[in-house]
């Protein structure tokens, strides 16, 4: 913001000497200036990139030039930061300006929006329309808070809209851009309405196993986002799994209400979470009592109402769910102990199946796996985890029973993916199968 707000009010200030000075003389004190501000105070990469677009205008008089001279330095200064948001979207603004002969204030609005979205997954509704009288107000904020602080705490009001781009957001960008240009201004008013209008072309069933460490959550979301259900919400004693991990995920998916969050049972790692949550998104349900009844439309059963549980963790609520023909068993923290009862209870069978307890071998015995008939087993184990989680004896019985294993620990966030027949699982560390 330093850089941003030293940038507006260099262009106030430059607009202001030119009527009485040569534009060189102008451009060469401004840019000393520059130099000397980042030096008393830090080089940012919009300054950075700034001052080195300022050089490029007294050297070269080709605008494609100019850009490309600040695009060559700037990435062998910073090649790492090529990608933030402080250096592509001036150069892509910069772009339009020099290759957008028509409707180009439109164009800009397009590149903007669409950066936005990318980088942040929101936009304040406030400064994209105002983006250019805001950029001349922030110079002035600047200017007069060198003189008086009180002007560097103004408050802009906002109204911020949460979108996060998925792949049918930037081909709809391309296509309606081609096909508008040379068409009716008001056709451009459809690629507004896509942020509003993608979240209900999932036709997946998905459910995802986040990775938050030592401890469990996972998401299902039924196609077109008709619900959402979450398993658990496990906090971690090293960082705030809510704020870094699972409320990021909910804004990055548009999910901003879960109709039901299942806690299993009251540890830590589990629901720890919950207060935290249920401050930044909508809860419709919370259930932490196996009699309770999950509210969606498709088959969702808590297990073992009944059950003898010797401590907490056999009295983690177990759930069994079926969508796509595909079957879900979800065992929290049970035991060995608990698996044999569901076997005397029940005849289940289950194509995919969460492991109890993060893989200890207090769980997962190999007769209990065996009759479920498991084709995937999912793990959520904290890397190098002071428990050994999972454990050899349980990694060992999967193997035998030739399940295949994704853990957090190793394979990162996991998500499956069905619709109808067809199924398919991706893994953060690139796996898909």
Not at 156 to 172: E, G, K, M, R, S
Not at 353 to 371: E, P, Q, V, W
């Amino acid at each position: 913001m330093l850089g941003y707000g030293y940038i507006s009010a260099y262009f106030i200030v430059f607009n202001l000497l030119k009527r009485k000075y040569e534009d060189k003389k102008i451009r060469i004190s401004l840019l000393i200036l520059s130099i000397l501000f980042g030096s008393f105070f830090v080089f940012t990469l919009s300054l950075t990139r700034f001052i080195l677009y300022q050089i490029s205008y007294l050297f070269f008089k080709s605008k494609s030039d100019q850009i490309g001279f600040t695009i060559l330095c700037f990435s062998i200064l910073y090649p790492t930061q090529v990608l933030s948001i402080s250096f592509v979207l001036p150069i892509l603004l910069q772009l339009v300006s020099y290759f957008c002969t028509e409707h180009k204030w439109i164009v800009q609005k397009m590149v903007l929006i669409s950066v936005l979205f990318i980088y942040f997954k929101k936009v304040d509704i406030v400064s994209f329309l105002l983006f250019n009288l805001l950029r001349k107000l922030y110079g002035c904020v600047f200017l007069l808070g060198m003189f008086i602080p009180d002007f560097l705490t103004l408050k802009i009001p906002y109204l911020t809209i949460h979108y996060a781009p998925q792949y049918v957001f930037i081909l709809a960008f391309i296509v309606v851009y081609i096909q508008c240009l040379k068409h009716f201004k008001w056709k451009y008013m459809i690629l507004f309405l896509i942020p509003f209008l993608e979240v209900f072309c999932n036709p997946f069933f998905q459910v995802y196993t986040l990775n938050i460490g030592q401890g469990d959550c996972s998401v299902i979301v039924e196609p077109f986002y008709k619900s959402v259900v979450m398993i658990d919400c496990g906090q971690s004693l090293y960082r705030d799994n809510v704020e870094r991990i699972i409320f990021p995920f909910l804004e990055n998916k548009n999910i901003h209400t879960i109709d039901t969050l299942i806690l299993t049972h009251d540890d830590f790692d589990h629901s720890g979470g919950y207060d935290h949550l249920k401050e930044k998104v909508k809860i419709k349900q919370v259930i932490k009592n196996s009699k309770d009844k999950v509210n969606v439309e498709y088959p969702f059963y808590l297990l073992l109402q009944e059950r003898m549980a010797k401590d907490e963790n056999d009295s983690s609520i177990i759930s069994y769910f079926t969508y796509d023909h595909l079957n879900y068993l979800f065992m929290g923290d049970a035991s060995k102990e608990i698996e044999k009862q569901l076997m005397d209870t029940y005849d289940l069978k289950a194509d995919v199946i969460k492991i109890g307890h993060h893989g200890s071998n207090t769980s997962s015995d190999a007769a209990f796996l065996d009759s479920l008939d498991c084709k995937i087993a999912l793990i959520s184990a904290g890397y190098k985890n002071k428990y050994d989680h999972p454990s050899t004896e349980t990694l060992t019985t999967l193997d035998h029973l030739h399940i295949h294993t994704f853990c957090t620990s190793t394979d990162g966030s996991i998500a499956i993916y069905s619709l109808h027949h067809f199924a398919f699982i991706v893994t953060n560390d690139g796996l898909f199968g």
